[in-house]
């Protein structure tokens, strides 16, 4: 299996709220209150293609691989569970938790490639949300010389500090969105399993029909925010090395 750097830098937290504590999330703010097309004026996330592409991602321009085809047939799966054609209905079937047991199996990989292969589905488009709070790779991965750990996203979300369209990231990779981890706190456990999470996977389940969501997750017996995420999933991945 591919093996994905996962030691990252701690990433520094945002200004104070008057009430951090755990307990105040559970707000019933609407994390979606605009419109996701406000997301055009946010800023643009330039994947370095020529250096995906070196190290064996997929890539709209890369040559076909071995790579391609397997995730062809691994994507599948997952889009007839996603589009309701399976035999039987999967509640938030676009909703896709791509995760391991522990950490250096190849999540990472698998879920920026998984995107990216989705990505040039003529009838889907992709936001691959990195939910790896703790160890973020996402950002590092597809821009390294321009990703900034400051980049707010997911837990300053569901903190009510921002709305959707502020965190979600354009790609210059077509039907491409990204929504980054943002800046990790003592209690994203709860964070992740807050009435605001709930609410925002619902939204974000429904509202587009046509669009997959891959969620690159922390590793599964390493923290407890991947058994949180996994409750909200319609599908689940577990790469293996």
Not at 87 to 109: C, D, H, W, Y
Not at 157 to 173: F, H, K
Request: proline share 6%; with cysteine.
């Amino acid at each position: 299996g591919a093996v994905m750097p996962e030691t990252v830098p701690a990433m520094p937290g945002p200004v104070p709220r008057q009430d951090s504590r755990p307990s105040s999330v559970h707000h019933k703010r609407d994390v979606v209150a605009h419109d996701e097309t406000a997301a055009q004026n946010s800023p643009r996330l330039e994947v370095d293609l020529q250096s995906l592409a070196a190290r064996g991602f997929i890539t709209p321009t890369a040559k076909r691989s071995l790579t391609h085809d397997q995730f062809r047939v691994v994507k599948r799966h997952l889009i007839r569970n996603a589009t309701g054609q399976s035999v039987v209905p999967i509640e938030r079937g676009n909703l896709i938790m791509i995760t391991s047991a522990t950490a250096g199996e190849g999540k990472s990989f698998s879920a920026i490639n998984l995107a990216m292969s989705i990505a040039s589905e003529l009838d889907h488009t992709v936001l691959l949300v990195d939910a790896d709070v703790a160890r973020p790779t996402v950002l590092r991965t597809l821009a390294p010389e321009t990703a900034t750990a400051s980049a707010k996203g997911l837990l300053d979300l569901l903190e009510g500090q921002c709305e959707l369209a502020d965190v979600l990231l354009r790609t210059n990779v077509d039907k491409l969105t990204v929504l980054p981890s943002g800046a990790y706190r003592p209690h994203a456990t709860e964070l992740l399993a807050s009435e605001a999470m709930r609410h925002l996977l619902e939204q974000v389940a429904n509202r587009y029909r046509d669009r997959v969501v891959i969620f690159d997750s922390p590793p599964l017996l390493m923290t407890t925010e991947a058994q949180v995420l996994a409750t909200q999933m319609g599908q689940v991945v577990l790469v293996v090395s």
